[in-house]
Nanobody, 117 residues
Framework: QVQLVESGGGLVQPGGSLRLSCAAS?????????LGWYRQAPGHQRELVAG???????NYAASVKGRFTISRNNAKRTVYLQMDSLKPEDTAVYYC??????????WGQGTQVTVSS
């Protein structure tokens, strides 16, 4: 079995920072798979926030570019999302994703991020 478990969410003030972590467990060689972070706000569809390839190439949603940084540590079987200069519109449930093939993905359970005064 393979599981992805997110952590690090919480309540922060606008302009604050959070660091999300997603740890993979189970019999899977994560270094050969792309990883990503998605988010879903109430009443909205899930959207890609940031992705990172097996080689370390990254891509970001325009709304978070320059504020968020995705990284991975294959030895620790973990992908991170460093979120700085947070805005209220960043409020959402954030999900870790691992793509293991065409139209085949593993998802974490989600972690709540709330940005509010």
């Amino acid at each position: 079995q393979v599981q992805l478990v997110e952590s690090g969410g919480g309540l922060v003030q606008p302009g604050g920072s959070l660091r999300l972590s997603c740890a993979a467990s189970g019999s899977i060689f994560i270094s050969i798979y792309a990883l990503g972070w998605y988010r879903q706000a109430p009443g909205h569809q899930r959207e890609l926030v940031a992705g990172i390839s097996t080689s370390g190439s990254t891509n970001y949603a325009a709304s978070v570019k320059g504020r968020f940084t995705i990284s991975r540590n294959n030895a620790k079987r973990t992908v991170y999302l460093q979120m700085d200069s947070l805005k209220p519109e960043d409020t959402a449930v954030y999900y870790c994703n691992m793509n293991i093939g065409t139209n085949t993905n593993y998802w974490g359970q989600g972690t709540q991020v709330t940005v509010s005064s």
